[in-house]
C-alpha cells in the first residue's frame, strides 16, 4: 500500500498534537512516509514540534518527520496539506470578541463581525499556502479545515477556482457524534441528510444503514436537552460555554421544528440573548487562553523535558478523525459521503449556484460530487441568501479593497442592527487590523 507525505499548515496550532496522535491511531488505514509542520512563528512552533519529534520516535519510528518554517522545505513532495492556520492567532481572535461586545453585538470567532475580521485575515493566509502548494507540489490536495471555512471557501472559489483545495468543517462531525448519542448508534453506521452554510445550516435525515429514520426521536429529546448528552463524547466542545452552546440548541428547534439546526444558529437567531449572556472582558478567546492553550503547551514541555511522551499528557483528538475519512476517499476512490463546503451547481435547487453550500458529497479522487437535496423551504432558503451575501460581500471588499462593501456586509449581517453600528464596529476593526487586512479606500 503507498504511503503518503503530509504537511500540516499551522504547525503551531494548539490542535496539532490532537491530530497528528489521531494520525498515529489510523496509520494502518492511512500510511504515511513523512510528515512535516509548517508556521510562521517558528518559536511557537518548536515546543510542540520537539515534542511530537519525541512522540513520534517512540511510536512510529519509521515515520520520518521535522517542523520548519521555510515554504519550499514544507511543500515540496507532498501528497496532502492539512491546513488549519489562525491569522493573528488567539491575540487577534480575543479583538474579534470584544470588539463587537463593546458596541453591543455579539463577539463570536466565526459568526457576525468576529467572523468577518477573520475572514479579511484568514484570505491571505490561504492565499499564500496554496501558492506555496501549487508550486511545490502541483499534485498535492489541501485538506482545508481553517476558519472561518464560509468565508474561506468563497474566497478560494473567486480566487484560486482551479485548485485543489477541499474545504471541510468538524461542527457536523461533532453534532452527530451527540446525535449518535442520543440514539444509542455508532456515528459510523448512521447517514445524514442536511443543507445550509458553513456553520448556517439544518439536518434533514438521520438513517442508519438499514434506513431506519431517527430525526423524530432525536428531535424530541433536542426540544428537551437541546444536543446535551449524559456521556462525554467530543473533548474539544467540552467547555462551559460549550454545553451553553449545546442546550441553546432547543430554542433553535422551537423556532424552526421541522428540522435539526447546526448549534451556530443560535448567534444569528438570538443575537440579543447571547450578548446579554457574554461576558465582555473574558470571551471565548480567553477560555481557549486559559485552558487548551496553556494545557497542550504545558504538555509539551513536559514531555520535552522528560525525554519521553509515556504518560505526556498529549490527548488523540478522535473525533477528527473525518480528516483521514477524506485523505483516505481521495487517495483510494473510497467514495466515502461526507458534509463538505462546495459550489452549489444545483445541489440544493432554489439557491445560487455560484454560493458555496454545506452538502452531503461523495468523495472520490476526483473530489467531491455534491448529492442533490431538492428545494428548500422558503425560511431556510431567505436566511440562507441574506449570509451568503454576507460572505460574498466579505470576499468583494477583500478583491477590490473597498470599506463601502465591507460596510455593506456588516450591515446585512443578521448580527448586527443598523448601518451605524456596523460601521462603528468597522471602524473600530480596521484599526486593530491594520496589520493584517488589505487598505480599505
Not at 55 to 72: G, H, I, N, R
Not at 147 to 154: G, H, K, L, Q, R
Not at 289 to 303: D, L
Request: proline share 5%; net charge negative.
Amino acid at each position: 500500500m503507498k504511503k503518503f507525505s503530509v504537511v500540516i499548515a499551522g504547525g503551531g496550532s494548539t490542535f496539532t498534537p490532537g491530530i497528528v496522535m489521531m494520525m498515529l491511531d489510523n496509520i494502518d488505514r492511512f500510511p504515511m512516509r513523512e510528515l512535516v509542520l509548517y508556521d510562521n512563528d517558528g518559536d511557537r512552533q518548536a515546543v510542540l514540534g520537539e515534542a511530537l519529534e519525541i512522540l513520534l520516535k517512540e511510536q512510529a519510528p519509521d515515520l520520518k518527520f521535522s517542523y520548519t518554517t521555510d515554504p519550499e522545505e514544507a511543500f515540496t513532495d507532498k501528497d496532502f496539506c492539512m491546513a488549519h492556520i489562525r491569522v493573528g492567532k488567539y491575540e487577534m481572535r480575543e479583538k474579534d470578541e470584544k470588539i463587537p461586545l463593546r458596541h453591543g453585538v455579539i463577539g463570536q470567532e466565526t459568526c457576525g463581525p468576529g467572523g468577518i475580521a477573520y475572514g479579511m485575515r484568514s484570505i491571505t493566509g490561504m492565499l499564500e499556502i496554496i501558492d506555496h502548494m501549487e508550486t511545490y507540489s502541483p499534485d498535492c490536495w489541501m485538506l482545508n479545515y481553517s476558519n472561518p471555512a464560509a468565508i474561506v471557501a468563497e474566497a478560494c472559489r473567486v480566487l484560486r477556482p482551479n485548485s485543489k483545495v477541499l474545504n471541510i468543517c468538524d461542527m457536523p462531525v461533532g453534532t452527530l457524534r451527540r446525535m449518535s448519542q442520543i440514539i444509542g448508534k455508532d456515528p459510523q453506521d448512521l447517514e445524514v441528510r442536511y443543507f445550509g452554510l458553513n456553520h448556517f445550516g439544518w439536518w434533514t435525515s438521520v438513517k442508519d444503514k438499514e434506513g431506519h429514520e431517527y430525526l423524530d426521536q432525536i428531535r424530541d429529546y433536542v426540544a428537551e436537552n437541546g444536543y446535551l448528552t449524559q456521556v462525554e463524547v467530543d473533548t474539544q466542545h467540552m467547555d462551559q460555554s460549550w454545553q451553553e452552546t449545546h442546550k441553546k440548541a432547543k430554542d433553535l428547534l422551537a423556532v424552526n421544528p421541522r428540522y435539526l439546526p447546526n448549534t451556530y444558529l443560535k448567534y444569528y437567531l438570538y443575537p440579543d440573548y447571547e450578548v446579554a449572556h457574554s461576558d465582555r472582558n473574558y470571551t471565548r478567546a480567553n477560555e481557549v487562553m486559559n485552558g487548551r492553550e496553556k494545557e497542550v503547551f504545558s504538555a509539551a514541555r513536559n514531555i520535552i523535558e522528560k525525554g519521553t511522551a509515556v504518560d505526556g499528557g498529549f490527548h488523540i483528538d478522535s473525533h477528527a478523525s473525518f480528516i483521514v475519512d477524506l485523505a483516505r476517499a481521495i487517495a483510494f476512490n473510497t467514495h466515502e459521503r461526507m458534509l463538505m463546503i462546495v459550489e452549489n451547481n444545483g445541489a440544493i435547487a432554489n439557491f445560487p449556484d455560484d454560493a458555496m453550500v454545506e452538502v452531503p458529497c461523495i468523495v472520490g479522487n476526483d473530489g467531491p460530487e455534491p448529492l442533490a437535496q431538492g428545494k428548500i423551504p422558503a425560511f431556510e432558503q431567505a436566511l440562507m441568501f441574506q449570509q451568503v451575501t454576507v460572505e460574498k460581500l466579505v470576499v468583494e471588499a477583500y478583491v477590490e479593497q473597498s470599506y463601502q462593501k465591507l460596510w455593506q456586509a456588516l450591515t446585512l449581517s443578521k448580527t448586527i442592527p443598523s448601518a451605524k453600528v456596523a460601521k462603528d464596529i468597522l471602524d473600530d476593526l480596521i484599526e486593530d487590523n491594520k496589520d493584517y487586512w488589505p487598505e480599505l479606500h
